[in-house]
């Protein structure tokens, strides 16, 4: 599938003979002005020899390595392919990186959960060393001289008493043919020029400079552009739709109903297909269309509010339990119970949901997307389409960010059905406030916090309760109803706290709007009001908060590491002048583990003012700690906005938000100074990136507006604007 996207904006390059539009990009670490191939995305490299699934070498000596996640901003084109070309002992520049297509070979091809790089960490490093073992052997045996002897550096095989040299390229078609080792020798980490160090990624020179292709930025020959109407009163039913008046637009072509699939969930809406997307966005005004609410346009966030707050009453199902709560509670010298809420929330990527779906004949069909997961891309496709999985090339571009909101293919499916019924190449874009009115959000979470002290301030009985819908119900037909969700209390059983009775329990509320993960899922709900309460505790038993933590922390944990580097980095025990406030937080769960510091500043008009935060991220080992870094910065851009932005709110059955004026983003000059420090000191344990920067930011900083206050925040989100 050849490709021209917007040639006005982007230069395509034709390099040695691969022609087509730049779509995977390799870029010289070290000359990042150099573009040193382009791939066309669906076409296979030229003739090679394939050492594992990943690795393809070329006569000519290109090397390219396949990478099976997504880049969505977080560095995976860059960290995945490097784990490979270290063992392979190639340098900067030596080699592309092309995206897989969901190819059976390449097995986990999703990106989510902070586990690109430490669930792959061994086995991509494996697979390079493999194949370095394989071009060895092939080199000795055509030298006919001892393995030992040999070893690899530059791209090229040396043997060691001769000082001759033979490029990959040269020995790849008979190293191809040598059995691939089971065991091979892994690099001692001393010698890493790669890993561990800041080397520049490949996707950002092409991001700067308009090079890199995005879904949204696929064009295909005799494409048509489709946009939908959905009724945005979420679960309504058509009822019916007059086109005459859309029919009349220059370039439109037709009109069709087509269905959106979402998990369990299905929604059907109204297609107008036209020569171009603004004759196919003012179709789509100009339609009269007849819709069911079914009684959903009841529904509006103040009466879900109240209703989370009345099944916080009820007991729940426990989902962890430590010691006698309840007896211990009830004899607690001093006891503390309050409610902590947070909102939905959307995703809002910067690139809106959009696929390019070309319909092949024959059952078969081709797909152009920005998604989390080439593999879900092709299943969700085949499921709808009922057609054979082998049956859908995924072809994956560059995303423009997903924080999971494209773990869903509800987008590709609406994409790949137009395109069957009318059988054309069509690219389906959605506007800004379709992805802000459709769906799917993280759910509106309460949490009722219980904590007992003992005559001398000890925390001896601690629950939390998480009241929410699940999205696991949403998604699944036969959900459980009768057990604890362990993923909607998550992370509240694992805090290291030495609590001698705890008992975390949950309570589902049912819901019919779309539900996902978002980023750091459900611990981006939960920590807040869990550090926060401890927060609270520490103040009711008189002792500084970071002080009351350690005394919980008795143990060598990961979490007294963190909170000790907090305290050194920040000057934790240097006073802050009048005025000021510090807040403290950590979170630990299935993605990882990191801390924050807070510092704020109330001013005279009882605003306050983010200064400064710290952040303290565990890793155990590390890729590339500039990446780490922008990560956590961007997690806290994240969570700054979830917690002092806008939530999304229903009234009448549909968002009040729809764009980003009453759906905010944190700006530029509205974020406050970062500092952050990377714990890596190597381990057997590998810890994700892209999520736990997230959680402990929302406490940290409600925890410094106390300090600098007195006005505790139990509600997300508040405005930094009006600290009353």
């Given at each position: 599938?050849?490709?021209?996207?917007?040639?006005?904006?982007?230069?395509?390059?034709?390099?040695?003979?691969?022609?087509?539009?730049?779509?995977?990009?390799?870029?010289?670490?070290?000359?990042?002005?150099?573009?040193?191939?382009?791939?066309?995305?669906?076409?296979?490299?030229?003739?090679?020899?394939?050492?594992?699934?990943?690795?393809?070498?070329?006569?000519?000596?290109?090397?390219?390595?396949?990478?099976?996640?997504?880049?969505?901003?977080?560095?995976?084109?860059?960290?995945?392919p490097a784990l490979i070309a270290e063992e392979l002992n190639l340098l900067p520049g030596q080699f592309t990186v092309k995206f897989t297509s969901g190819q059976a070979a390449y097995k986990d091809q999703v990106t989510g959960g902070s586990s690109s790089v430490n669930s792959n960490y061994m086995l991509f490093r494996t697979l390079g060393a493999s194949a370095k073992a394989m071009l060895?052997?092939?080199?000795?045996?055509?030298?006919?001289?001892?393995?030992?002897?040999?070893?690899?550096?530059?791209?090229?095989?040396?043997?060691?008493?001769?000082?001759?040299?033979?490029?990959?390229?040269?020995?790849a078609e008979t190293a191809s043919k040598v059995e691939v080792p089971k065991k091979p020798v892994l690099k001692d980490p001393k010698d890493f020029k790669m890993l561990g160090k800041s080397v520049p990624r490949l996707d950002i020179p092409l991001k700067v400079s308009g090079k890199a292709v995005f879904g949204i930025d696929v064009v295909v020959p005799g494409m048509v552009f489709a946009s939908i109407e959905r009724c945005p009163v979420l679960e309504s039913k058509l009822v019916s739709y007059d086109d005459s008046e859309t029919l009349k637009i220059k370039g439109v072509q037709q009109?069709?109903?087509?269905?959106?699939?979402?998990?369990?969930?299905?929604?059907?809406?109204?297609?107008?297909?036209?020569?171009?997307?603004?004759?196919?966005?003012?179709?789509?005004?100009?339609?009269?269309?007849?819709?069911?609410?079914?009684?959903?346009?009841?529904?509006?966030?103040?009466?879900?509010?109240?209703?989370?707050?009345?099944?916080?009453?009820?007991?729940?199902?426990?989902?962890?339990?430590?010691?006698?709560?309840?007896?211990?509670?009830?004899?607690?010298?001093?006891?503390?119970?309050?409610?902590?809420?947070?909102?939905?929330?959307?995703?809002?990527?910067?690139?809106?949901?959009?696929?390019?779906?070309?319909?092949?004949?024959?059952?078969?069909?081709?797909?152009?997307?920005?998604?989390?997961?080439?593999?879900?891309?092709?299943?969700?496709?085949?499921?709808?389409?009922?057609?054979?999985?082998?049956?859908?090339?995924?072809?994956?571009?560059?995303?423009?960010?997903?924080?999971?909101?494209?773990?869903?293919?509800?987008?590709?499916?609406?994409?790949?059905?137009?395109?069957?019924?009318?059988?054309?190449?069509?690219?389906?874009?959605?506007?800004?406030?379709?992805?802000?009115?459709?769906?799917?959000?993280?759910?509106?979470?309460?949490?009722?916090?219980?904590?007992?002290?003992?005559?001398?301030?000890?925390?001896?009985?601690?629950?939390?309760?998480?009241?929410?819908?699940?999205?696991?119900?949403?998604?699944?037909?036969?959900?459980?109803?009768?057990?604890?969700?362990?993923?909607?209390?998550?992370?509240?059983?694992?805090?290291?706290?030495?609590?001698?009775?705890?008992?975390?329990?949950?309570?589902?509320?049912?819901?019919?709007?779309?539900?996902?993960?978002?980023?750091?899922?459900?611990?981006?709900?939960?920590?807040?009001?869990?550090?926060?309460?401890?927060?609270?505790?520490?103040?009711?038993?008189?002792?500084?908060?970071?002080?009351?933590?350690?005394?919980?922390?008795?143990?060598?944990?990961?979490?007294?590491?963190?909170?000790?580097?907090?305290?050194?980095?920040?000057?934790?025990?240097?006073?802050?002048?009048?005025?000021?406030?510090?807040?403290?937080?950590?979170?630990?769960?299935?993605?990882?583990?990191?801390?924050?510091?807070?510092?704020?500043?109330?001013?005279?008009?009882?605003?306050?003012?983010?200064?400064?935060?710290?952040?303290?991220?565990?890793?155990?080992?590390?890729?590339?700690?500039?990446?780490?870094?922008?990560?956590?910065?961007?997690?806290?851009?994240?969570?700054?906005?979830?917690?002092?932005?806008?939530?999304?709110?229903?009234?009448?059955?549909?968002?009040?938000?729809?764009?980003?004026?009453?759906?905010?983003?944190?700006?530029?000059?509205?974020?406050?100074?970062?500092?952050?420090?990377?714990?890596?000191?190597?381990?057997?344990?590998?810890?994700?990136?892209?999520?736990?920067?997230?959680?402990?930011?929302?406490?940290?900083?409600?925890?410094?507006?106390?300090?600098?206050?007195?006005?505790?925040?139990?509600?997300?989100?508040?405005?930094?604007?009006?600290?009353?």
């Amino acid at each position: 599938m050849e490709q021209t996207a917007n040639i006005g904006r982007r230069k395509f390059l034709k390099i040695g003979g691969i022609t087509g539009a730049a779509l995977v990009l390799g870029i010289g670490f070290l000359e990042r002005d150099k573009i040193a191939r382009v791939f066309n995305m669906s076409g296979a490299p030229g003739p090679h020899f394939e050492l594992t699934p990943y690795v393809m070498i070329e006569k000519s000596g290109l090397i390219t390595i396949m990478n099976p996640k997504s880049e969505m901003g977080q560095g995976t084109f860059q960290a995945v392919p490097a784990l490979i070309a270290e063992e392979l002992n190639l340098l900067p520049g030596q080699f592309t990186v092309k995206f897989t297509s969901g190819q059976a070979a390449y097995k986990d091809q999703v990106t989510g959960g902070s586990s690109s790089v430490n669930s792959n960490y061994m086995l991509f490093r494996t697979l390079g060393a493999s194949a370095k073992a394989m071009l060895i052997a092939a080199a000795a045996k055509e030298w006919n001289v001892p393995a030992a002897e040999c070893y690899a550096e530059d791209a090229k095989v040396f043997h060691k008493p001769s000082g001759k040299s033979v490029s990959y390229g040269d020995v790849a078609e008979t190293a191809s043919k040598v059995e691939v080792p089971k065991k091979p020798v892994l690099k001692d980490p001393k010698d890493f020029k790669m890993l561990g160090k800041s080397v520049p990624r490949l996707d950002i020179p092409l991001k700067v400079s308009g090079k890199a292709v995005f879904g949204i930025d696929v064009v295909v020959p005799g494409m048509v552009f489709a946009s939908i109407e959905r009724c945005p009163v979420l679960e309504s039913k058509l009822v019916s739709y007059d086109d005459s008046e859309t029919l009349k637009i220059k370039g439109v072509q037709q009109v069709l109903k087509v269905e959106r699939v979402f998990f369990k969930n299905k929604y059907t809406g109204v297609a107008v297909v036209a020569d171009n997307y603004w004759a196919a966005l003012q179709g789509r005004r100009a339609l009269k269309v007849v819709w069911d609410h079914q009684g959903f346009d009841k529904f509006n966030s103040k009466d879900y509010e109240q209703s989370l707050r009345e099944l916080s009453k009820k007991e729940g199902l426990t989902a962890h339990n430590e010691g006698d709560f309840d007896r211990h509670f009830a004899s607690a010298a001093h006891k503390t119970e309050v409610l902590y809420e947070t909102p939905f929330v959307t995703h809002s990527p910067m690139e809106p949901m959009n696929c390019v779906a070309q319909w092949k004949g024959n059952n078969k069909i081709e797909i152009s997307v920005s998604s989390q997961g080439a593999e879900w891309t092709r299943d969700s496709v085949a499921d709808a389409l009922s057609i054979p999985k082998e049956n859908v090339l995924v072809n994956m571009h560059f995303n423009g960010g997903g924080f999971g909101r494209r773990i869903s293919q509800d987008y590709a499916v609406e994409a790949a059905n137009i395109s069957k019924a009318i059988n054309k190449p069509v690219k389906l874009l959605w506007t800004r406030e379709d992805d802000t009115q459709m769906g799917p959000f993280r759910p509106m979470t309460f949490s009722a916090m219980k904590g007992g002290l003992s005559n001398d301030g000890k925390l001896i009985a601690f629950q939390h309760k998480v009241i929410s819908p699940s999205i696991n119900a949403t998604i699944n037909p036969t959900y459980d109803k009768s057990k604890a969700d362990d993923d909607m209390v998550e992370g509240t059983g694992s805090q290291p706290y030495e609590i001698p009775n705890i008992k975390n329990t949950y309570v589902f509320s049912d819901i019919h709007l779309p539900l996902t993960w978002w980023r750091s899922v459900t611990s981006s709900t939960l920590a807040f009001p869990h550090e926060s309460f401890i927060d609270e505790m520490a103040y009711a038993a008189g002792k500084e908060p970071l002080q009351y933590r350690m005394e919980m922390l008795t143990k060598p944990s990961d979490t007294k590491r963190v909170l000790d580097k907090l305290k050194e980095v920040s000057g934790w025990d240097k006073p802050l002048p009048a005025g000021k406030g510090r807040g403290i937080a950590q979170w630990v769960f299935f993605a990882g583990l990191c801390g924050h510091v807070v510092e704020v500043s109330k001013l005279t008009d009882n605003s306050v003012k983010v200064d400064k935060v710290y952040a303290v991220i565990d890793l155990g080992t590390v890729v590339n700690p500039d990446n780490v870094k922008s990560q956590v910065e961007g997690a806290i851009v994240m969570a700054l906005t979830a917690a002092t932005k806008d939530a999304i709110i229903f009234e009448n059955g549909r968002t009040v938000q729809s764009n980003f004026d009453t759906n905010r983003m944190m700006r530029m000059n509205e974020m406050p100074e970062i500092e952050v420090h990377i714990l890596a000191e190597g381990g057997p344990v590998i810890k994700g990136v892209g999520e736990p920067g997230l959680p402990s930011l929302a406490p940290a900083l409600c925890n410094a507006v106390y300090a600098a206050t007195g006005k505790r925040i139990r509600k997300l989100p508040f405005d930094l604007n009006k600290i009353s």
